[in-house]
């Protein structure tokens, strides 16, 4: 009986239902006389045909109405405009034009005022401290004061000008309002002393951020308003780089010291 049962519970695990042993199975039980019968063959059962059913034509199709046209009204549109032309449109008109130009980096330059006799000299400090007694720069100066017949030894007016004036802060700092700045010092500076024959402005920041002009006016006279004559001249560095251009300050020098002389 144990084999039977271990049989049947292999049988079941592969899931088969009924088999039937080719030999004699030891300790098995003896089978059903049913289960050893030939199935009965199948007979087929015949189907009856179903009547065609009649189909009918359908009807025909009643002819639509023609529709009743009815009046169009025009409804007016206002134009389109891009989005884009638009926002454009509107920036323009809203954005004052000072907001729309791109503000300039502040310039970044030092300047001494001095006085020798009729003239005023407004000098480029290229390393931004005041000049020396013994600086080759300064004692370029004094030769050229004595050329022009000038005192050599020039007077300090007021404290050196220095651009730009904040490290930091909102306040506008660009070349506009350095020139604007500039210009005033040394009219106020002025006002304060006699009244001088002539202006020097040695230097490029000197020529641009007093005289409002550019490097085309070295050698050449300009007049300011406000200041009044004044004689641009190249810095006394760029004088100490390129000696050939003293050359051209001398003939220009010998034109320009009448203002002067006539004045004493």
């Given at each position: ?15 088969v ?5 080719r030999v004699e ?5 003896p089978?059903?006389p049913e ?19 009649p189909v009918?034509e359908?009807?025909?199709l009643a ?13 007016p549109?206002?134009?389109?405009t ?19 130009q ?17 003239c005023a000299?407004l ?26 017949g000038l005192?050599?030894?020039p007077?300090?007016?007021g404290?050196?000008?220095?651009w730009?004036?904040?490290a930091?802060g909102?306040?506008?700092?660009g070349?506009?309002?350095?020139l604007?700045?500039?210009?005033s010092?040394?009219?106020a500076?002025?006002?304060?002393q006699?009244?001088?024959?002539c ?11 007093a005289?409002?002009?550019?490097a ?7 007049q ?13 560095e760029?004088?100490m780089d390129e ?21 004493s």
């Amino acid at each position: 009986m144990i084999e039977e049962l271990r049989r049947r519970a292999y049988l079941s695990a592969m899931q088969v239902a009924s088999w039937l042993p080719r030999v004699e199975l030891p300790f098995a039980a003896p089978s059903r006389p049913e289960s050893l019968q030939p199935p009965e063959p199948e007979v087929p059962v015949a189907v009856e045909p179903r009547p065609a059913v009649p189909v009918s034509e359908p009807a025909p199709l009643a002819r639509p109405e023609p529709p009743v046209e009815r009046p169009k009204i025009e409804v007016p549109r206002p134009s389109v405009t891009p989005r884009s032309a638009k926002a454009d449109a509107r920036t323009e008109t809203e954005t004052p034009a000072a907001v729309r130009q791109v503000a300039a980096p502040p310039p970044r330059f030092a300047l001494q005022l001095l006085r020798a006799g009729d003239c005023a000299l407004l000098v480029e400090l290229p390393t931004g401290e005041p000049l020396q007694g013994r600086d080759p720069a300064y004692l370029l100066l004094k030769d050229l004061l004595r050329a022009a017949g000038l005192p050599d030894s020039p007077q300090l007016v007021g404290e050196p000008v220095r651009w730009p004036l904040l490290a930091r802060g909102s306040m506008d700092q660009g070349p506009q309002a350095a020139l604007d700045y500039v210009q005033s010092f040394i009219a106020a500076r002025l006002e304060e002393q006699q009244p001088c024959s002539c202006l020097w402005l040695v230097g490029l920041p000197a020529i641009r951020f007093a005289g409002d002009a550019n490097a085309e006016f070295y050698n050449r006279e300009l007049q300011i308003d406000g200041l009044g004559a004044a004689w641009a001249l190249p810095g006394l560095e760029l004088l100490m780089d390129e000696p050939a251009r003293k050359a051209e300050l001398w003939h220009a020098m010998r034109r320009v010291r009448q203002r002067w002389l006539a004045a004493s």
